[in-house]
């Protein structure tokens, strides 16, 4: 299969090439986006609040959401984040042997009538990736050029104090996603070999009792999150990894200038040899890159403030001030929220359902502990990386209103010179860093739009590598053409993934506060 895969991504390199030439690529861009402007237009609308300040209608369901869930599981978002962080070190990994608690939590699975027996395949603590395995699959897909570009856009247009908004954005996030990375391993389905079927889908269909609405709501989640992978899962990541790595070596003087496909080629064959092996090779993969990559970029935002040190109390008072009482800013002080609001659920995803999907995968007989590892996500992406990205931009004073209007591509090399201002060297580690996080991202992905993939087409070999060299082939596409329409109606994709998703978690909210009520019993019994 390796082999048929190489052969079509060296058969795709040349056709990209003259299409290049020919500008077949615009062509196909324009028509395509004439003919799919309506729905990114619908999920993107925004809602005049102000004279000088508009809200995309998605912020309203996710920010809303996740504040529901954290008032409705009693603040599990800071609670909880102890006994989390235990559970990732394998303090509680004991309870998954205890064979009183087998026969208990294996029948529990088929207590409710809404459940189907015939598709749940739960025994003991079956799955194939370990808690922290899990979580680095889903933080690849999340920490990576949102948390770099977008935070430079976030605090150039609503300035430092939208720092500040981001922060309130990621704890509340992780509330959503404690609550949909529950659901997914309670609804999971396990095949006999112990491959692991899950996310959104199966949750909707088996969890809501009215099952015609779940069916429905299931295929809309699978239909976005395919389009999503293929978009900005995929062509995006490897097209802005693409154009840092052409301006770190020359820009229009450098070697690879107009070979966007070789770019592309070589990142398809790498992402190939991994996504072939399916989420046990993608985890062992993401288990190594993430904690690296996230340690190099927080040791380097460190080393920049605290050679800073002096400015450091003057950023922080910037971030207060500028969150209630900000001075210049277009919108006010509602504008700098909806900036901080927006770039935190731009980036760690929290309530569109997609990292449930590699969070299902876990080795665990209790949903509700990969629901208390998986809210750690959010605080890592944004309440760290994201804040320590911010810092970094203010303190070595590139926060300006000027750099209001530029694209991801523009602010990444921004925030790349605030490093270098301290860091003379740091753009070139900036550089693999960014790479590794597109290429992580993609991986991940991957597996998020193949699970969608086989939820509507089947589960048949067949099925699997078809997905995963068309896969391969948009890396190509990504890199090596300017397809900008495609990327904004996936990016469309993945927001709208929320709505099918927000909707099965309000209604099956109570499924999870049981499966945490159990979990933390069962802790107290240990203690005991």
């Not at 395919?226 to 995006?236: K, L």
């Not at 770019?263 to 046990?280: C, N, P, S, T, Y």
């Not at 210049?328 to 909806?338: K, N, R, S, T, Y």
């Not at 080795?363 to 994201?386: H, N, Q, R, W």
Request: aromatic share 14%.
């Amino acid at each position: 299969m390796k082999k048929k895969l190489l052969s079509l991504l060296l058969l795709a390199a040349p056709i990209l090439t003259f299409a290049q030439e020919k500008g077949l690529d615009q062509q196909i861009d324009e028509a395509f986006g004439n003919a799919t402007g309506w729905f990114v237009d619908f999920i993107f609308y925004q809602i005049p609040f102000t004279d000088t300040v508009s809200i995309y209608w998605v912020l309203f369901p996710l920010i809303l959401g996740a504040t529901y869930f954290t008032f409705y599981f009693n603040f599990i978002n800071f609670k909880g984040f102890i006994t989390s962080i235990n559970i990732v070190r394998g303090k509680y990994d004991s309870l998954e042997d205890r064979e009183d608690h087998k026969v208990e939590i294996a029948k529990s699975e088929f207590t409710d009538e809404e459940d189907n027996p015939d598709t749940i395949r739960v025994e003991g603590h079956s799955g194939e990736v370990s808690h922290f395995q899990a979580l680095t699959a889903a933080l690849s897909a999340t920490v990576g050029l949102g948390n770099i570009a977008g935070v430079a856009i976030a605090v150039s247009i609503g300035g430092a104090g939208a720092t500040f908004w981001m922060i309130v954005a990621g704890f509340l996030g992780m509330a959503s996603k404690f609550v949909e990375c529950t659901l997914g391993v309670k609804y999971r389905d396990i095949e006999a070999d112990g491959t692991v079927y899950g996310g959104p889908m199966y949750y909707l269909t088996k969890g809501l009792k009215n099952k015609t609405l779940g069916k429905v709501l299931a295929v809309f989640f699978a239909i976005f999150v395919i389009g999503g992978s293929f978009g900005g899962g995929n062509m995006f990541q490897v097209n802005q990894a693409f154009q840092l790595v052409e301006n770190i070596t020359g820009g229009s003087e450098s070697f690879i200038h107009g070979k966007g496909w070789l770019f592309g080629l070589v990142m398809a064959i790498l992402v190939g040899i991994v996504i072939i092996g399916g989420i046990k090779k993608i985890a062992k993969v993401t288990d190594k890159i993430v904690p690296f990559m996230v340690a190099i970029y927080v040791a380097a935002s460190l080393f920049v403030i605290f050679a800073n040190f002096s400015m450091v109390g003057d950023a922080f008072s910037q971030i207060f001030t500028g969150a209630f009482s900000p001075e210049g800013i277009a919108g006010g002080a509602v504008g700098v929220l909806v900036q901080g609001f927006r770039r935190a659920a731009f980036s760690n995803e929290a309530g569109i359902g997609s990292a449930s999907i590699a969070h299902s995968a876990v080795k665990t007989k209790y949903a509700a502990s990969e629901g208390m590892v998986a809210l750690l996500e959010p605080f890592i992406d944004t309440v760290v990386v994201c804040t320590m990205t911010a810092l970094v931009l203010i303190i070595t004073g590139n926060v300006a209103a000027e750099n209001a209007s530029l694209n991801d591509a523009q602010a990444i090399l921004l925030t790349s010179g605030a490093f270098e201002s301290a860091i003379s060297w740091f753009p070139y580690v900036l550089t693999v860093a960014v790479v590794l996080f597109a290429f992580s991202s993609m991986i991940s992905w991957s597996y998020y739009g193949f699970q969608g993939w086989v939820f509507l087409f089947g589960r048949s070999k067949k099925m699997e590598y078809t997905y995963k060299v068309i896969f391969c082939v948009f890396v190509v596409i990504g890199a090596a053409a300017s397809l900008g329409s495609v990327i904004g109606f996936s990016d469309a994709m993945v927001f709208a993934m929320m709505v099918p998703n927000m909707i099965g978690l309000i209604l099956l909210a109570p499924k999870v506060k049981a499966e945490l009520t159990k979990y933390m019993d069962a802790i107290k019994s240990t203690k005991a």
